[in-house]
């Protein structure tokens, strides 16, 4: 079946840490990759995307490139901020699918 | 801001009840999914409509079923509530040509079932 793993959390950085959220994924297909993030109280926001392998996906300082080989899409920032405190969630869509399917999400905290 | 809203923001429920929750899709997009996240997990699937249609189901029992209307708005609505369906409930809208483009969620429906 198709599903997706993400980094156990919560993660704690401070400010200006390097980021790394790891993902796998097995898909049936080929899917298109995904991070969505959720501010506390909030739906979720589309952070980045990737349609094929080896496309990266950016966005607001975030990166993630897909990775057919080892079945991954990390997400990666250089520089944190307090503002990205958020509970972030990576997710698989199967073209001739209709859904999206989520990881459990991986709570982060930056702390100034 | 994705376009898309839904109502009511929060919502209370006893067991039993039934519920209706609306959702206004992104202008231009033609299918709406639902999903249910309970408290720290990911969202799940509930089902999708395309063009008036219920277009794929997730593994949710019938008393939970939807429809979209000629403008692309949608309904959730839920009988014979249980205490499990306590949750937050998104819609997401998306364009759908021949292939599935990316989905935008709304800000979502909480729900509390007692």
């Known amino acids: 079946g198709n599903s997706v793993t993400q980094m156990e959390g919560p993660v704690t950085l401070s400010e200006e840490a390097f980021l790394t959220i790891n993902c796998t994924y097995t898909?049936?297909?080929?899917?298109?990759l995904f991070w969505y993030v959720q501010y506390p109280g909030e739906g979720l926001q589309l952070l980045l995307k990737a349609t094929k392998a080896d496309d990266k996906g950016s966005n607001k300082g975030f990166e993630a490139t897909y990775r057919k080989e080892t079945t991954s899409f990390h997400l990666e920032k250089g520089s944190v901020q307090v503002s990205d405190s958020a509970v972030y969630f990576c997710?698989?869509?199967?073209?001739?699918?209709?859904?999206?399917?989520f990881g459990q999400g991986t709570r982060l905290t930056i702390n100034p | 801001e994705t376009g898309v809203t839904q109502s009511p923001t929060h919502l209370i429920k006893t067991r039993g009840q039934q519920v209706t929750l609306r959702c206004s899709s992104q202008?231009?997009?033609?299918?709406v999914s639902w999903y249910q996240q309970a408290l720290g997990q990911g969202p799940q699937f509930i089902f999708q409509y395309y063009r008036e249609e219920e277009n794929g189901r997730g593994n949710f029992p019938p008393r939970f079923s939807g429809l979209q209307f000629p403008n692309y708005s949608s309904e959730l609505n839920v009988n014979a509530l249980e205490l499990d369906d306590s949750a937050l409930y998104l819609c997401?809208?998306?364009?759908?040509?021949?292939?599935?483009?990316?989905?935008?969620f709304g800000p979502g429906t909480r729900l509390l079932v007692l």
């Open positions: 898909a049936t297909g080929y899917p298109s």
């Open positions: 202008s231009g997009h033609n299918t």
């Open positions: 997710a698989l869509l199967i073209q001739g699918a209709q859904k999206l399917v």
């Open positions: 997401a809208s998306s364009l759908y040509r021949g292939t599935q483009e990316t989905q935008y």
